[in-house]
């Protein structure tokens, strides 16, 4: 059996970067720009490397069919426990697979979803192509595919915010850093992974910044989160604001 690599990071997700106000924020302005594009439920959707639910969740709680597929069981466990709480018609709309996201098409018996997310994934692979091409199979003709990635583009920005000006010089030519969790994470870009799309017959529809004010400043845990939402939302998705953005989502539509 293979070694969990997320075993040891599971609390730090669930019980940290999740539950602290940035983490609430980058939820909640994920939703919203998913809500613009999703079909009505009881429409399927697909949560590659979905962990413990916290995207695809709140759409079980609106009628969609949600299945997270995760490679840890530590994740996994944590969803199955949030999960757990919800009452029957929630949870009855909830399937939980254990496996790695290049294999998606072939653990949810090539299923075609009316969406296909993957969040915060493809930054902790050295190459994002195998799943990108199987979050593409897993999408129905007219699905949406739904990606979030590291922006390659600003990696300065943290380092130079902490005073850290060596680290920042170089991570202008960089495309790798060490994330705030201590894990090695990889930039991409909105236009290298639309060509990937591309390649599978996706075809960018949106992309959106996330993470911009919320993550260069120190935000306490008492603020409205409610009112950095709305900030984050206005910043996500016009230019300059959006190219700045620590991560973007980018949305296509399978032909």
């Not at 990696?155 to 090695?184: K, Y």
């Not at 870009?189 to 993470?211: I, K, M, P």
Request: net charge negative.
């Amino acid at each position: 059996m293979a070694e969990d690599a997320w075993a040891e990071l599971a609390d730090a997700f669930v019980d940290g970067a999740y539950a602290t106000v940035k983490g609430r924020v980058r939820t909640h302005v994920l939703h919203r720009q998913l809500l613009g594009h999703l079909p009505p439920p009881p429409a399927a959707v697909l949560d590659v490397g979905g962990g413990a639910g916290h995207q695809s969740l709140p759409l079980a709680r609106l009628g969609y069919d949600v299945t997270i597929l995760d490679p840890s069981p530590a994740m996994l466990a944590r969803a199955a426990t949030r999960v757990a709480a919800e009452p029957d018609e929630v949870r009855g709309r909830v399937r939980l697979v254990e496996g790695p996201g290049e294999r998606a098409d072939e653990l949810t018996a090539g299923s075609g979803f009316a969406a296909v997310l993957c969040h915060g994934v493809l930054m902790y692979l050295d190459d994002p192509r195998p799943t990108v091409d199987a979050l593409c199979r897993c999408a129905a003709p007219g699905g949406m595919v739904s990606v979030t990635a590291l922006n390659a583009r600003t990696l300065a920005v943290r380092p130079a915010l902490e005073g850290r000006w060596d680290d920042a010089l170089a991570a202008f030519d960089a495309t790798t850093e060490i994330g705030v969790l201590g894990a090695p994470t990889r930039g991409d870009t909105v236009d290298g992974l639309s060509e990937l799309l591309r390649a599978n017959g996706v075809r960018q529809e949106a992309w959106c910044g996330v993470w911009l004010f919320v993550d260069w400043a120190q935000i306490p845990d008492d603020a409205d989160a409610q009112a950095v939402a709305e900030v984050e939302l206005r910043a996500a998705a016009q230019d300059p604001y959006r190219t700045l953005s620590r991560v973007f989502h980018l949305v296509g539509r399978r032909g």
